[in-house]
């Protein structure tokens, strides 16, 4: 499985982005997928997850209100809708998918993409 982020850039503070995480290879053993962020000297953390039928998500509080999560099984892509952006969510954003019907950390992850929000 390969999993390619793109939509990551430069947005001022309150602005929107829309990432994208398009996957291919054997999608068929995909389940759970998630966004991942990691900003400079700070750990990995879960942004949000849902699982392959789309009926359950999961946030971390620091975007619930703010981002939306949501897939097109047809199309093998995730995306991430990111509103009212602030500059701590500055961080390489990162696309998970995994075998387990559930959210956790899977075994694919892709490049990452930039996100910088300025003030």
């Known amino acids: 499985v390969q999993l390619v982020e793109s939509g990551g850039g430069l947005v001022q503070a309150g602005g929107s982005l829309r990432l994208s995480c398009a996957a291919s290879g054997s999608t068929s053993v995909i389940n759970a997928m998630a966004w991942y962020r990691q900003a400079p000297g700070k750990e990995r953390e879960l942004v949000a997850g849902?699982?392959?039928?789309?009926?359950?998500?999961k946030y971390a509080d620091f975007v619930k209100g703010r981002f939306t999560i949501s897939r097109d099984n047809a199309k093998n892509t995730m995306y991430l809708q990111m509103n009212s952006l602030k500059p701590e969510d500055t961080a390489v954003y990162y696309c998970n998918a995994g075998r387990s019907l559930v959210v956790v950390p899977g075994d694919y992850w892709g490049q990452g993409t930039q996100v910088t929000v300025s003030s």
């Open positions: 849902i699982t392959r039928g789309g009926d359950r998500t």
